[in-house]
């Protein structure tokens, strides 16, 4: 395979519950069939929600050294050596109505910052995550209390856990009403509310490392499972879901393949860029 005689020149995934199996785990066969096309020179990039941190270990076994979008397009880093290379930073002031519409709402607030998650507290479920994604998590009480005493820094992305799936709908239309263009406030899994600045969406992280590359968008491939992939598709001449995305992610895909259970998207960019 010779990235200069294939169509696509650029491949960017998700990873939660797209490329990584049910278990956050990668498995052997997806490694080998990223690291060829890796090596082939057609650009293999990383398009996540997780921070830097929370993706290195998958990246250490690929061998990636490309530039990566982390924290669903609010930085752009190189993906083992980790240089920032660009980052749009949530405003303080959007921080602090983020996190109290999350506590209105009975959510639990996850503030993304300097390559950790900070949590008034660590719950069962913060814990999970960590464990899962290799994150740091950190404990720092009252969180409009450490964020005052940050002023010089702001947070990457906020996310409010939510109890369950079912207070969703009311915590996205009252944060869409609340801020209405101020902020990008998306859905990644079941339970996750995502607000970013306005700049910082996986499609925008993506066209910014295309552009740097001079590559069209018929020339990008890209695979994702949940609604914070939509602008990633926009931005892709071709696109893969996995049979378990969500239904209007299916829907905007370009093809289905099998679930993340079976490898299906690794699978399917096997077929097209011909890894035996």
């Known amino acids: 395979m010779?990235?200069?005689?294939?169509?696509?020149?650029?491949?960017?995934?998700?990873?939660?519950?797209?490329?990584?199996?049910?278990?956050s785990s990668l498995s052997e066969y997806a490694v080998d069939v990223l690291r060829a096309i890796d090596k082939?020179?057609?650009?293999v990039v990383p398009c996540t929600g997780r921070p830097h941190a929370g993706t290195l270990s998958h990246l250490r076994r690929i061998g990636?050294?490309?530039?990566?979008?982390?924290?669903?397009?609010?930085?752009?880093?190189?993906?083992?050596?980790g240089k920032i290379m660009d980052e749009c930073p949530l405003p303080l002031d959007d921080a602090r109505a983020v996190i109290r519409i999350g506590l209105e709402m009975e959510g639990h607030p996850r503030v993304y910052m300097d390559d950790r998650v900070y949590v008034s507290h660590i719950t069962?479920?913060?814990?999970?995550?960590?464990?899962?994604?290799?994150?740091?998590?950190?404990?720092?009480?009252?969180?409009?209390?450490?964020?005052?005493?940050?002023p010089n820094k702001a947070p990457l992305k906020i996310i409010n856990l939510m109890p369950n799936a079912e207070s969703i709908p009311a915590i996205f239309e009252k944060s869409s009403r609340f801020f209405k263009e101020k902020v990008y406030v998306t859905q990644s899994l079941p339970t996750f509310i995502e607000y970013m600045h306005t700049g910082a969406t996986?499609?925008?992280?993506?066209?910014?490392?295309?552009?740097r590359w001079g590559f069209s968008k018929e020339e990008i491939l890209v695979a994702g499972?949940?609604?914070?992939?939509?602008?990633?598709?926009?931005?892709?001449?071709?696109?893969i879901a996995?049979?378990?995305?969500?239904?209007?992610v299916r829907e905007a895909a370009s093809c289905v393949c099998l679930g993340n259970a079976e490898d299906g998207v690794v699978k399917k960019l096997a077929e097209i860029f011909e890894v035996s």
């Open 2 to 23: 010779d990235a200069n005689m294939h169509k696509y020149k650029l491949v960017a995934f998700d990873l939660d519950e797209t490329l990584l199996r049910p278990d």
């Open 124 to 150: 069962e479920e913060d814990k999970g995550y960590a464990k899962r994604t290799g994150s740091v998590m950190e404990a720092v009480g009252d969180l409009f209390a450490f964020l005052s005493k940050t």
């Open 242 to 248: 996995p049979q378990n995305a969500q239904a209007p």
């Open 40 to 43: 082939s020179g057609v650009k």
């Open 64 to 81: 990636l050294d490309t530039p990566g979008v982390f924290c669903n397009g609010a930085q752009l880093r190189t993906s083992l050596s």
């Open 202 to 211: 996986k499609g925008k992280g993506l066209k910014k490392l295309a552009d």
């Open 225 to 239: 499972d949940h609604f914070n992939d939509l602008t990633m598709f926009a931005e892709a001449g071709f696109s």
